[in-house]
Nanobody, 115 residues
């Protein structure tokens, strides 16, 4: 069973930066599209950013120009560089395949942005 592990969250002031990492227990990312998601108030997952196997990227409008998703297939890891953070970015962030969620969700990583 593939396990996803998110890390890199924390408390940061508005305008600051964080780099999230998503590691998988198996070599699954190199052939799959991967997304970063945030948890909505309704306990659903909303896409923040996605990257395809070929490296094409897709961003939610609210983060475009501030966040950058990237992947390192050799390390089986996907990253989310978060710059110019805003208080409204505060949430728990998760990774999974995209657009369909093939894997069990990890515990996520909490991002808290203070004003």
């Amino acid at each position: 069973q593939v396990q996803l592990s998110e890390s890199g969250g924390g408390l940061v002031q508005a305008g600051g930066s964080l780099r999230l990492s998503c590691a998988a227990s198996g070599r699954i990312f190199s052939d799959n599209s991967v997304g970063w998601y945030r948890q909505t108030p309704g306990n659903q997952r909303a896409l923040v950013a996605a990257i395809t196997a070929s490296g094409a990227t897709n961003y939610a409008g609210s983060v475009k120009g501030r966040f950058t998703i990237s992947r390192d297939n050799a390390k089986n890891t996907v990253y989310l560089q978060m710059n110019s953070l805003k208080p409204e970015d505060t949430d728990r962030y998760y990774c999974n395949s995209w657009p369909s969620w093939y894997y069990h969700w990890g515990r996520g990583t909490q991002v808290t942005v203070s004003s």
